[in-house]
T-cell receptor, first 114, second 114 residues
Framework: DGGITQSPKYLFRKEGQNVTLSCEQN?????MYWYRQDPGQGLRLIYYSQIVNDFQKGDIAEGYSVSREKKESFPLTVTSAQKNPTAFYLCASSTPGLVSYEQYFGPGTRLTVT | DQQVKQNSPSLSVQEGRISILNCDYTNSMFDYFLWYKKYPAEGPTFLIS?????DKNEDGRFTVFLNKSAKHLSLHIVPSQPGDSAVYFCAASGVYNQGGKLIFGQGTELSVKP
């Protein structure tokens, strides 16, 4: 049963701590994406990766870091430099180059930093 | 600069009636548009899409209309059902957009009342 998994569903951290959000896909997709959702602001792109060992900054990359060591995995680290880390984080994957441009999303991780 | 805009944060419709969700874009290079549906605390799910070579695409109760000259698209849901209550995001992309990136609007929360 193919899909995207994100863990954990809910995550709580103290201010000043780094935290890593997991994203795994078994869809054999080349590209993976991280978005952040805040109320009234839609989905904003943090980082994306088109192939293994390569990734690019999105619109709001400051305070975040990623790695893409395996095709299936694209973890996101929220560092202490991110000023407003509390948000709903969504991971997605796709196969760019196909006509549809459709991205498949995971269930999301709600991060709360206090 | 918001390239994709959904100017109505919310919409309330009676069950059985038509729901019309609107989306405007500014970038004439966009050539593919998608609608996603999102329930609270879940990832968005793909609903329907349209290529810029078409002006209409229909899938069951869902129809998307594209007016390129006005840079406007709309999603029609007929008849609306209570289960359609969710946040709807429009998104845009195109061959110019390396990595298959999608640009999302802010979302419209649809409430279908029995």
């Amino acid at each position: 049963d193919g899909g995207i998994t994100q863990s954990p569903k809910y995550l709580f951290r103290k201010e000043g701590q780094n935290v890593t959000l997991s994203c795994e896909q078994n869809l054999n997709h080349d590209a993976m994406y991280w978005y952040r959702q805040d109320p009234g602001q839609g989905l904003r792109l943090i980082y994306y990766s088109q192939i293994v060992n390569d990734f690019q900054k999105g619109d709001i990359a400051e305070g975040y870091s990623v790695s893409r060591e395996k095709k299936e995995s694209f973890p996101l680290t929220v560092t202490s430099a991110q000023k407003n880390p509390t948000a709903f984080y969504l991971c997605a994957s796709s196969t760019p180059g196909l006509v549809s441009y459709e991205q498949y999303f995971g269930p999301g991780t709600r991060l709360t930093v206090t | 600069d918001q390239q994709v805009k959904q100017n109505s944060p919310s919409l309330s419709v009676q069950e059985g009636r038509i729901s019309i969700l609107n989306c405007d874009y500014t970038n004439s290079m966009f050539d593919y548009f998608l609608w996603y549906k999102k329930y609270p605390a879940e990832g968005p799910t793909f609903l329907i899409s349209i290529s810029s070579i078409k002006d209409k695409n229909e899938d069951g109760r869902f129809t998307v209309f594209l007016n390129k000259s006005a840079k406007h698209l709309s999603l029609h849901i007929v008849p609306s059902q209570p289960g359609d209550s969710a946040v709807y995001f429009c998104a845009a992309s195109g061959v110019y957009n390396q990595g298959g990136k999608l640009i999302f609007g802010q979302g419209t929360e649809l409430s279908v009342k029995p």
